[in-house]
């Protein structure tokens, strides 16, 4: 089976910065989309940053000009450079692997569709 696991959290201060990664096992993303979200505490669950197979790299409004999605040429571990982050990037951090299209606004993640990690914590302090 698919899995996938996420790495690179931690805490920070305004204005640091942070790499996530999401390695999966048993599976090659080669043919399939990649997304990154995030849950804050009280929140809903937002998709930050996603790779197409197919198209341009789609970014959340709230990190565009922050946040980079890169790649190895082994497909299977997806990167998140997270710089100038600032406190309302506190969340947990998710990432998906699509095998059915990933769902643009869930309201909480992960979700039952698509192969999920188990998160990875990001603290931002003013």
């Known amino acids: 089976a698919v899995q996938v696991q996420e790495s690179g959290g931690g805490s920070v201060q305004a204005g640091g910065s942070l790499n996530l990664s999401c390695t999966i096992t048993?599976?090659?993303?080669?043919?399939?989309?990649m997304a990154w979200y995030r849950q804050a505490a009280g929140h809903e669950c937002e998709l930050v940053a996603m790779?197409?197979?197919?198209?341009?790299?789609y970014y959340a409004d709230s990190v565009k000009g922050r946040f980079t999605l890169s790649e190895d040429n082994a497909k299977i571990t997806i990167y998140l450079h997270m710089n100038n982050l600032k406190p309302e990037d506190t969340a947990v951090y998710y990432c998906?692997?699509?095998?059915?299209?990933?769902?643009?606004?869930?309201?909480?993640?992960?979700?039952?569709?698509?192969?999920w990690g188990q998160g990875t914590r990001v603290t931002v302090s003013s």
């Open positions: 998906a692997v699509a095998e059915l299209p990933l769902e643009p606004a869930p309201i909480r993640c992960p979700t039952q569709k698509n192969f």
């Open positions: 048993a599976a090659t993303f080669d043919d399939a989309d």
């Open positions: 790779r197409k197979v197919d198209g341009a790299p």
